[in-house]
C-alpha cells in the first residue's frame, strides 16, 4: 500500500492533504470549506484526476463546514470521475456537514462510509468500468445503508 504525501495546500480556514492509497487519492480537508476557501480544495482535486486518480477517497472527518461552494467542488469532482469510470466516496462526515449533504440532497449521489477504513475496502468506483457499473446497479442506497440509517 503505497501511503507517500501527494501534496497539501492550506489557508488560514483551510488546509488539504492528499495522499495516494493503493489506486486511490485520498484527499483530506480539515477546517472550513466555503466561497473563501473552494480552490484549495478544488486544485488538488482536479490535479489527482487529471494524474489519473479516478477513484477519490474524501475523509471528511477533519472538515468542520461546508457550504455550496464546497459541495460544487465535489460533485464537479464526482462528475469528472464517474466520467472516467471511477467515483468520489466521502468518509467520517462530521453531523455538522452531513446535514449540509442531507438538505440538499447530495448524500444520494456520493457513496458514504463512516470510516476512512470502510470508505477504503470499498472497491466501488475504482475505475474498472464493469465494478463500476455493477455498483451503480446493486447500490443504488448504499449511501444511506452504510451509514446505518
Do not use: W
Not at 484549495?40 to 482536479?46: A, D, F, I, N, S
Amino acid at each position: 500500500m503505497d501511503r507517500g504525501t501527494v501534496g497539501s495546500a492550506q489557508s488560514g480556514r483551510l488546509l488539504v492533504e492528499v495522499r495516494e492509497e493503493g489506486t486511490s487519492a485520498v484527499v483530506t480537508p480539515a477546517g472550513e470549506l466555503d466561497h473563501h476557501t473552494a480552490d484549495l480544495l478544488r486544485e488538488p482535486v482536479e490535479d489527482c484526476l487529471d494524474r489519473g486518480f479516478v477513484r477519490l477517497v474524501v475523509d471528511c472527518s477533519r472538515l468542520e463546514f461546508c457550504d455550496s461552494t464546497g459541495l460544487n467542488v465535489l460533485l464537479g469532482a464526482r462528475l469528472r470521475a464517474e466520467a472516467a469510470g471511477g467515483g468520489v466516496h466521502l468518509a467520517g462526515m462530521l453531523p455538522v456537514v452531513a446535514r449540509v449533504f442531507e438538505i440538499t440532497g447530495a448524500e444520494a449521489v456520493f457513496t458514504v462510509h463512516d470510516t476512512l477504513e470502510a470508505a477504503l475496502a470499498d472497491k466501488s468506483g475504482a475505475g474498472d468500468s464493469a465494478d463500476a457499473s455493477a455498483a451503480g446497479e446493486a447500490g443504488a442506497d448504499r449511501p444511506s445503508a452504510d451509514r446505518g440509517d
